[in-house]
């Protein structure tokens, strides 16, 4: 997939989760401030990547990701490295 579409699907699954327009959504906008996010939408948006993209998401780097842009590198990052998700 390319980073392009990464990046569209992103925003896609941030749309639907936050309420916010997908023109609204830059890779510049904080999830916090910006897109109303709280922990409880978070994790839908994690759990929505880890199954959109199967990837599995480390517990430990969700807190670090605050950006649209965190969002899509670390799914990027993921994806590359053959991260494919181990649960079923």
Same mark, same amino acid.
């Given at each position: 997939m390319a980073k392009n579409d990464v990046e569209k699907e992103i925003i896609s699954i941030i749309s639907e989760i936050?309420?916010? =327009?997908?023109?609204? &959504? @830059?890779?510049?906008?904080?999830?916090?401030?910006?897109?109303?996010v709280d922990s409880i939408k978070a994790i839908e948006i994690t759990v929505a990547l880890e199954k959109k993209f199967k990837i599995s998401?480390?517990?430990? =780097?969700?807190?670090? &990701? @605050?950006?649209?842009?965190?969002?899509?590198?670390?799914?990027?990052?993921?994806?590359?490295?053959?991260?494919?998700?181990?649960?079923?």
């Open positions: 936050s309420g916010f =327009d997908e023109e609204e &959504i @830059t890779p510049e906008k904080n999830f916090f401030e910006d897109l109303d998401v480390r517990d430990e =780097d969700i807190p670090n &990701i @605050t950006t649209v842009r965190q969002a899509v590198d670390l799914v990027n990052q993921l994806l590359a490295s053959g991260n494919a998700d181990a649960k079923t």
